[in-house]
């Protein structure tokens, strides 16, 4: 069940269900000039990982038409250290001096408090209580304070926003400027190994990765085709696109926990809409198979929301998609989950 923003801006009755906020007051989400893209990319040179562009393997040998971006060699292993870094980096000494902050369902805590480490500040995240264990661990090893609480609590205080009311200096996880630069810096690079490619899938959890990806490789290459994934247990982008509006879903238990976002915010839906040319929702079956291939084949650990985007390229015809790259996002999963998984 969800509620849909109605024409005018009013709300209406889903099945008679009260409506639930989509937006918590701020100014929509742009596109990041080339400009920031390439400053971005300059900013973050010494901290990250250039990844390459390698082929998706398999026992008949490699795929060449299906290469994989494995964000999961960061230091942080997901990509959301180009972002977090380009923010942190830029800070006043003031900013810094507060501590920082950001709300999310690991990956950008991680990556928050690595940056810390590098600019001297501390730092905190509110997160799901659902949060994986390995996550949680990282997340302290880095120095920074893990604050749980129930989902619903948590969108509650990000629609809410929550974070005017504490002094830390907080980063959003999705719409802030810099942070979506520095993952569109991916979209740079992509361009750069393969500026032929057809179709880049990506997994969508707030939105703010394929936003950055999505419209930096739009610019330079307008007849790429960028596609949305999310998992069948919590796909509100596809349910926002049949709505017309933003809305909320239901989200079910999935293997995919950076993508368990269970609405499209207001500040995100007009540049998703712009710059997303379809979606692709992909079942728990199918990531397992995709974590165990890419763990057994190319001898990479990824997470449920990294691998999704392979599970949705797999399930497409090669006719249909092309020459493709699929973003490997995060590589965040508990020991004994990944074992489960590649035991089969």
């Not at 990250?48 to 040998?61: A, D, H, K, Q």
């Not at 809410?160 to 993952?183: C, D, I, K, Q, R």
């Amino acid at each position: 069940m969800f509620s849909v923003k109605a024409p005018g801006g009013g709300d209406k009755l889903i099945n008679g269900h009260q409506p639930r906020r989509t937006k918590f007051g701020g100014t929509p989400i742009v596109a990041p000039s080339m400009d920031n893209v390439c400053a971005a990319a300059e900013r973050i040179r010494d901290v990250v990982v250039r990844t390459p562009l390698i082929p998706l393997r398999s026992y008949r040998g490699a795929e060449p038409d299906m290469l994989l971006k494995p964000e999961t060699l960061q230091p942080v292993t997901s990509f959301k250290i180009r972002g977090a870094y380009n923010w942190a980096s830029t800070l006043t000494d003031e900013q810094r001096s507060r501590g920082l902050s950001t709300v999310s369902a690991g990956n950008t805590a991680q990556a928050v408090g690595y940056a810390a480490r590098l600019v001297g500040a501390s730092a905190r995240s509110r997160l799901p209580d659902t949060t994986p264990r390995a996550k949680i661990d990282a997340i302290t090893a880095y120095g920074m304070e893990p604050i749980l609480m129930p989902g619903d609590e948590l969108f509650d205080w990000m629609l809410s926003a929550g974070w005017e009311n504490e002094s830390y200096t907080f980063l959003h996880p999705w719409v802030e400027p810099l942070m979506v630069a520095g993952s569109a810096t991916i979209g740079l690079e992509i361009h750069q190994d393969m500026p032929d490619v057809d179709t880049v899938f990506v997994s969508v959890g707030g939105g703010g990765l394929i936003c950055g990806v999505g419209s930096t490789l739009k610019e330079l290459n307008p007849s790429v085709r960028i596609i949305a994934v999310q998992p069948e247990a919590c796909a509100p982008f596809r349910a926002s696109l049949s709505a017309g509006a933003p809305v909320w879903v239901d989200p079910q238990p999935t293997l995919c926990d950076g993508l368990g976002v269970p609405l499209v915010t207001d500040e995100m839906w007009p540049l998703l809409q712009s710059i997303v040319d379809d979606t692709v929702t992909v079942s728990e079956d199918q990531v397992k198979d995709a974590i165990r291939r890419l763990a057994l084949d190319n001898k990479l650990v990824v997470e449920g929301a990294g691998a999704a985007s392979v599970a949705a390229a797999l399930s497409m015809p090669l006719s249909q998609r092309g020459r493709s790259v699929c973003i490997l996002s995060g590589g965040s999963i508990d020991g004994d989950k990944l074992a489960s998984i590649v035991h089969g």
